[in-house]
């Protein structure tokens, strides 16, 4: 047989890899999550190996996955509730996985239980991640969002004002992406309570951190399971548990609940198909990286690693404060921080950071939330505080020296021709547009991303969501 050589293929994926920016050691704040400690990736990875072929599509035919799976909710339960042996839960592939699931079981609950309700409702914090918004989409349920406080929490009287007889569920994060705070549980729970109504808990990003500031004697703020009234709660592994991408797990107050995120299908010419989660055939892969990683941590390595987290955000935020053109949106009550500006225009510094190999994670903002920047602290930050500090003070100064042409010169009468369209926009005008801010014919994008971002923000969101698809539609070839 004829075959590619295993190094020229591996070479290959090298060379394509210089386009990414580097995983490792903590230039990127966001999306990636380095525990700095290399034996821990390589047991992963080991273990990833010996799994990657298992299929979790039959737990009977690998019962080994059931074992391994049963242990990470073994191992996840107790830290987020003091009746640990009542949570029932799911090994899932990543957050939005975990939070659609929850999303599906509360609307098969109600469908069971309140069967008179036939156009079922979700209420959102404006601040809840986007998963929520793709669970409502893909199950047909609305969403009602409802505005955040000055410091970017939801207030439960808020919620409460927005429940009617279709609401089946209410959310909250612990902590939100955007701006790393609570919102208040406690009061959440109580609301859920009084008109029983299902509690979501989003502690995707926020779970780990906070159960282990907790450990650690910390405070935080009651956000889980030992509130009356969280019916769910997701929390991802693939972040500071530090598992390879594709671990998350989302869990229930009880089995009665989880029951109804279970899909069966008998109704059909082949196997019974019993499935858990969305996916059916799963490699085995990431449930065993999870578990080895988790293993390889145990409470305490994660304990210490977080605690470090903790010192880090704390000197950063000193750090912050010492420079006056930014400030910090939020109390940053988990790992992340969140800086906005009323003096640098923020597109352009996530630009020029990017130029220098650091990637920020630009969050543009739209009518009722400024623009600003968000960071994801790891383990690995606190070698880089010092050196992150010095690329910000630079890059500052070279925005503040170089002001760019602003987008409303640039563009004001080709948005202007797109705003008065409404819904029966020309396709060519939105392709002529994104074509004068970069984007090349292709979709793919400019380098600095500053006037597209801006542009984008600027757009009606129906119209910024009509961009995306454009751009996405063109990126994704065959080639
Ligand atoms: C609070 C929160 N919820 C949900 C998600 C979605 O997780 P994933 O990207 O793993 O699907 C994220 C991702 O950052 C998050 O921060």
Known sequence: MTHAKKSTILKSLESFQEQDLNTKGGNVWAYVYDSG???????AMEAYKMYADHNGLDFTVFPSLLKLENQIIGKVA??????????????????????????????DYARENYPEITKPEIILPSTAHAAFHKAAHYLDITPIIVPVDDEFKVQASSIEKHITKNTIII???SVSYSHGVCDPIEDLGKVAQKHNVWLHVDACIGGFILAY???????????????????????????????PKGASVVLYRNKSFRKHQFYTCTNWTGYPVVNTTIQSTKSGGPLAACWATMTYFGSEGYKKIIDEIYDTKQK????????????????PEASLITFGSKTIDLYQLADDMRGDGWYVQLQPGDETFEPSIHLTLTPVSKNIV???????????????ENPRQSVIEQFGPMLQQLGEMEGNMEPEI?????????????????????????????????????AFLHITNELFTTE
């Open 37 to 43: 400690i290399r034996e821990a990736e390589e047991v």
């Open 78 to 107: 107790p830290l987020f509730s003091e009746e640990a042996e009542e949570i029932a839960g799911s090994f899932t592939s990543g957050g939005t996985e975990s939070i659609m699931l929850a999303v599906k079981a509360a609307r």
């Open 171 to 173: 959310v909250g994060s």
């Open 213 to 243: 500031y907790r450990k650690n004697g910390r405070e935080v703020p009651a956000f889980d399971f030992t509130v009356p009234g969280v019916t769910s709660l997701s929390v991802d592994i693939h972040k500071y548990g530090f598992a």
């Open 316 to 331: 950063m935020l000193e750090q912050f404060s010492n420079i006056e053109d930014v400030y910090i949106l939020g109390n």
């Open 386 to 400: 010092d050196e992150f500090f010095i690329q910000l003070r630079t890059s500052i100064q070279r925005v503040k």
């Open 430 to 466: 939105m392709q002529n547009l994104l074509q004068a801010a970069g984007v090349k014919e292709n979709g793919q994008l400019p380098e600095e991303m500053a006037t597209i971002n801006e542009l984008l923000h600027l757009l009606p969101s129906e119209l910024t969501s009509e």
